[in-house]
């Protein structure tokens, strides 16, 4: 298993949360390679998507179904300022992971503003990165909102 998947699991672990890091030999880069290669509905990925606020450039964290796309209009009145996509240097620097790979806790920088998509909530199991690019671990989305504190809503129009 890769360093980060590894220091992924360790997150897991220290959280008491009873699951496993998978790593597959395929990308699990976009939510479709994701729930192509785990065998899920495309909405069971649970994207974890950087934003950053434009008046204080903390990263904001929205975990999305793989079947929607975040309105940042939509986040950007829940949070009360604007955002912006993050970039890759951006994504790292908070969370300690490349894009593709971000899972939905274990940053390296704590972040406050935490969205989470309402239509998760309609699975008993989602699927999240894991670390890196090709592992995944699955979660209810129950004991997800529990463990990242994130406020649940719609994100997509």
């Not at 785990?38 to 450039?57: H, M, P, V, W, Y």
């Not at 300690?96 to 969205?115: R, S, T």
Request: glycine share 8%.
């Amino acid at each position: 298993m890769s360093s980060s998947a590894q220091r992924f699991q360790q997150a897991l672990e220290g959280l008491g949360i009873q699951t496993q890091a998978i790593e597959l030999p395929q990308s699990t880069r976009t939510a479709k390679e994701a729930a192509e290669a785990i065998g899920c509905e495309i909405a069971q990925i649970a994207k974890s998507l950087i934003f950053r606020r434009l008046d204080t450039n903390r990263p904001v964290l929205v975990i999305a179904s793989g079947a929607n796309r975040v309105d940042e209009e939509v986040v950007s009145n829940y949070i009360g300022t604007q955002i912006t996509m993050a970039g890759a240097e951006f994504v790292r620097a908070s969370t300690g992971y490349a894009i593709g790979g971000v899972p939905p806790f274990g940053h390296i920088v704590p972040i406050n503003d935490i969205i989470i998509d309402q239509d998760l909530l309609k699975y008993d199991v989602v699927w999240a990165a894991a670390g890196t690019p090709r592992s995944v671990f699955p979660i209810s989305p129950e004991k997800l909102v529990e463990v990242v504190a994130g406020h649940v809503r719609r994100v997509a129009k």
